[in-house]
C-alpha cells in the first residue's frame, strides 16, 4: 500500500527554520487530505497542519503564521515548511495521508528539536 517516510528533523536554535519533507510511495496527488502531526514526551498528539486535494489549507494556532504547508505531486512529497520556531515546537512530527473509502496512513516520524 502507501509507505510515507519524513525527513528534515534535526536540532535547531530558537527562531531558525527547518523544512520537513513527507515522501510517498503511491500517490500524494491522489489523497483526500494530507496531513502533519506533532507528538512531545509526556502530551497527546496534536494537528499542526492539512492540505486538501483542492489545495485548502488550514493550521493549528500555535503555528499560524510561522508553518506553511505545501505539496509536490510530481515528487509524490509533502512538505512543512517551518520558521520562527520556538522551544515549545520540539516533538516529533509524522506526516498522515487520507484516501477515499477510509484508508488512512502514517508515517513513522522525524524528531524536530528547537534550543534555546
Known amino acids: 500500500q502507501v509507505h510515507l517516510v519524513e525527513s528534515g528533523g534535526g536540532l535547531v536554535q530558537a527562531g531558525g527554520s527547518l523544512r520537513l519533507s513527507c515522501a510517498a510511495s503511491?500517490?500524494?496527488?491522489?489523497?483526500?487530505?494530507t496531513s502533519w502531526h506533532r507528538q512531545a514526551p509526556g502530551r497527546q498528539r496534536e494537528f499542526v497542519a492539512v492540505?486538501?486535494?483542492?489545495?485548502?489549507?488550514n493550521y493549528a494556532d500555535s503555528v499560524k503564521g510561522r508553518f506553511t504547508i505545501s505539496r509536490d505531486n510530481a515528487k509524490n512529497t509533502v512538505y512543512l515548511q517551518m520558521n520562527s520556531l520556538k522551544p515549545e515546537d520540539t516533538a516529533v512530527y509524522y506526516c498522515?495521508?487520507?484516501?477515499?473509502?477510509?484508508?488512512?496512513?502514517w508515517g513513522q516520524g522525524t524528531q524536530v528539536t528547537v534550543s534555546s
Open positions: 503511491g500517490s500524494i496527488g491522489g489523497a483526500n487530505a
Open positions: 492540505i486538501t486535494t483542492a489545495g485548502r489549507m
Open positions: 498522515n495521508a487520507a484516501y477515499a473509502r477510509g484508508l488512512n496512513y
